[in-house]
């Protein structure tokens, strides 16, 4: 069993970098736990327009299929997803709520319009949750299962508790190679576009490739050592403790469940670095059948960020003034820089930004920066510009 979870968290991991891998993925992972198949759901556009969309499905699914029901059953379907959503952010571990949330019985289920069209295509009962609890458009698990069987079993909620928090994580990091597969180019031939770093490493921590921006962290930044020997170190031994555990075997990663932000490594020896890594097992690009090795993307938090600031106030109930910081923050400014532009004192700009931090459930002003790019954040640098004008 365990040695299964192994693989299977590894195969997740290798979608991380190649986002036509998740079809596969997650069929794999359907049939394991005797499902029809998964769906990653997510919200778009502003709350008064909202749109549910699946950018990510299991094989069994036609995504014009998904969109005709979505377009059909609109009203129930986003009924639903709001009452899995408040179930779901009760705890910040991921479980996935049954559809007993929905329906005062089975054949009260049965009678639901949305659920009368899903009966159709051979679907009675659904269990879905929140993968990502910082964004909550974002990152919506759901698991459909057959008419002809009952509800997920004790030892299938096993199983989706050992591999979901994986999942949450490499659907987290996956959104920059997503945005780049919305223009059919493959990670490692556009990788330098990508406004993170990334670094891909081999079994044994050696620099296979790396896009300019992680080349120009490791030459302006202190977080980084490159030994003689072409191994990748953090300077920091705390961080590098932290480094050589994630490196060390696949089920290290995911026990921040729907916050994968938390696991990151962040920096601070005079720079701003929010470092994360994910085993990467098999790549076609780098050639290989068993690669072994790991893709580490790491986030200069000192740069700005362009993100949409009001879905954070309104997630995390930040007042007007925090919400001004949080602009503020998103620029690259430091707290000196914002206390100098407001007008006020540094103490009481350090107090505001703790109060953001607190109510955003961070631990330092990087990590809140690397939740922010959870909204809306632009991973794909415009090939017109240059970044250093």
Not at 260 to 278: A, Q, Y
Not at 367 to 384: E, H, I, T
Request: charged share 25%; net charge negative; proline share 3%.
């Amino acid at each position: 069993m365990q040695d299964a979870i192994h693989q299977t968290v590894l195969s997740i991991y290798d979608a991380v970098a190649d986002d036509a891998l998740w079809p596969d993925v997650l069929q794999r992972f359907a049939d394991q736990l005797d499902a029809v198949g998964c769906i990653v759901f997510e919200w778009q556009g502003e709350p008064h327009e909202r749109r549910l969309a699946a950018p990510i499905a299991s094989q069994y699914y036609d995504p014009s299929a998904i969109d005709t029901y979505v377009a059909k059953c609109f009203a129930d379907e986003a009924r639903d997803q709001d009452i899995f959503e408040a179930h779901s952010l009760r705890q910040d571990s991921i479980d996935l709520i049954e559809d007993d949330v929905l329906a005062s019985s089975v054949s009260a289920l049965k009678q639901r319009s949305n659920v009368q069209t899903l009966r159709k295509l051979g679907i009675l009962h659904r269990a879905a949750g929140l993968l990502n609890k910082d964004n909550t458009a974002i990152s919506r698990f759901s698991v459909q299962l057959a008419d002809t069987r009952g509800r997920l079993t004790t030892d299938q909620r096993v199983h989706l508790a050992a591999v979901l928090p994986h999942i949450a994580k490499a659907l987290d990091l996956g959104r920059a190679g997503r945005q780049l597969a919305m223009e059919h180019q493959s990670l490692l031939a556009a990788m330098n576009r990508l406004t993170i770093g990334v670094c891909i490493l081999d079994a044994r921590g050696r620099i296979v490739a790396a896009n300019e921006e992680f080349r120009r962290q490791l030459d302006d930044q202190q977080a980084f050592l490159l030994r003689p020997n072409g191994t990748l170190e953090l300077t920091r031994p705390e961080d590098q403790r932290l480094f050589e555990n994630l490196k060390e075997h696949a089920l290290n990663h995911g026990r921040f469940g729907a916050r994968p932000r938390k696991e990151s490594i962040s920096t601070d020896i005079d720079s701003f670095l929010c470092i994360e890594v994910v085993p990467l097992n098999k790549s076609e690009e780098i050639g290989a059948r068993r690669f072994g090795g790991y893709a580490l993307y790491s986030t200069d938090t000192s740069l700005p960020v362009h993100c949409s600031t009001l879905p954070i106030q309104r997630a995390f109930g930040l007042t007007d003034a925090e919400l001004a910081l949080v602009d503020a923050i998103a620029e690259g400014l430091t707290n000196a820089q914002i206390a100098e532009r407001r007008d006020r004192s540094v103490a009481t700009i350090n107090a505001q930004v703790k109060s953001i931090l607190s109510k955003t459930q961070c631990a330092t002003r990087t990590q809140f920066v690397r939740l922010m790019m959870s909204f809306g954040a632009n991973y794909v640098a415009d090939p017109k510009k240059d970044r250093g004008a």
